[in-house]
């Protein structure tokens, strides 16, 4: 049987968006699409390891496997159902989180529902379902095991050009990141960072680069050490998946707001340093810093109606990582304080890039 081909998979993956067509908004394809690509992909590979494990052993194997596949997420139990297909998906999808904690994988393939009919109907899913099953994603079955990934580079570009200005929450010009990566050169054996890793693009691109390096892979294994944090839930589902996909399979990203709350940290609770650091924060983002917006003073006008009172950051901003010793930013532009996020958690050799608006300042300092 021929392998698989980056073309012929590109196609058939897009060729799942319009099965979609009208039952959701495009901004929202991506979510569904990966969740399955990902389900079928981790399927194959499995039924393929433990075809291997006992063609030595003759003994079932399913424990020895890398993901760990119950049977209610088995593709093949779930292509047989034909009421309530999205409830058993939701079910499907967190019976194998549960299966798989030591990856990490908490509320990853559970950031979707599929269970919800007004949505998606029995029909949709079921046609969507018969679409990923007409390839094999086995590794013996691909042109490269790398091939999955480009794929999903692919489709991320395709979501975010489809979902207009919104796309540019989860997605950044390819040509533009790989400015930035051979601007800023990750070296093997390096931490690389991405405070705002959106669908992990970045951190991608990142590893590509580093595995051109001389001793840039360990077998084949790229030999670089991923992190990212990611505020939105769907978003950050999409960034695990993505790097899981290209054959990181305990890729450290994180979920919440990196201004707020970084989650990256060493043993004795300080902010983790790193090598490289790479990002595309959103531009200008208004009421960055959560704890003072869910305090707002209220007061009430002449006709007696409650008005909030917008926060003073220069005054109510107490960051405890001690991280704006350039100043605090105003309250409609985060932009400076991501700047010196990423400058606080540089190793002192270490080498940032960063996409900046125009005009990214200081409200107490007053420059730009």
């Not at 050490?225 to 960034?239: D, M």
């Not at 959103?282 to 810093?289: E, G, H, T």
Request: hydrophobic fraction near 35%; charged fraction near 25%; include cysteine.
């Amino acid at each position: 049987m021929a392998k698989l081909q980056l073309e012929t998979l590109e196609s058939w993956l897009w060729d799942s968006a319009n099965i979609l067509r009208g039952s959701i908004g495009s901004s929202d394809f991506k979510n569904y699409i990966f969740g399955l690509l990902f389900l079928k992909r981790v399927n194959d590979v499995f039924e393929e390891d433990v075809e291997l494990i006992m063609a030595v052993t003759r003994d079932v194997a399913e424990d020895e496997t890398y993901f760990k596949v119950p049977k209610e997420a088995r593709w093949a139990e779930l292509k047989k159902v034909t009421e309530n297909i999205g409830v058993a998906l939701d079910k499907g999808f967190a019976a194998m989180e549960a299966a798989n904690t030591d990856l990490n994988m908490e509320g990853v393939m559970t950031a979707t529902k599929f269970g919800d009919k007004e949505k998606l109907s029995d029909e949709v899913l079921q046609r969507l379902l018969r679409h990923f099953n007409q390839h094999s994603l086995r590794n013996g079955d691909l042109y490269t095991p790398d091939i999955l990934g480009d794929a999903y580079e692919y489709l991320i570009k395709q979501f975010a050009d489809d979902a207009g200005k919104k796309g540019g929450e989860f997605y950044s010009p390819n040509g533009v990141v790989k400015l930035i990566v051979q601007l800023i050169k990750p070296q093997p054996k390096q931490k690389v960072y991405d405070p705002t890793c959106g669908s992990g693009g970045m951190l991608v691109e990142a590893a590509h680069y580093v595995a051109k390096q001389p001793g840039g892979k360990v077998g084949s294994n790229i030999n670089v050490s991923l992190y990212g944090q990611e505020k939105n839930l769907g978003t950050w589902a999409i960034a695990k998946i993505n790097l899981m996909l290209h054959n990181f399979m305990d890729p450290k990203i994180e979920k919440g707001d990196t201004l707020t709350d970084p989650k990256h940290k060493d043993p004795k609770g300080e902010l983790m340093m790193f090598d490289r650091v790479i990002a595309n924060p959103p531009f200008s983002q208004d009421a960055w810093w959560t704890p003072a917006e869910t305090t707002q003073e209220v007061k009430l006008d002449r006709d007696g109606k409650e008005k909030k009172i917008a926060p003073n950051y220069s005054k109510v901003v107490v960051d405890k990582h001690g991280r704006f010793q350039y100043g605090i930013p105003p309250r409609g532009y985060a932009d400076l304080a991501f700047l010196q996020h990423m400058i606080a958690v540089l190793k002192q050799d270490g080498k940032a890039g960063v996409i900046l608006p125009h005009g990214t300042h200081s409200e107490r300092r007053g420059y730009s």
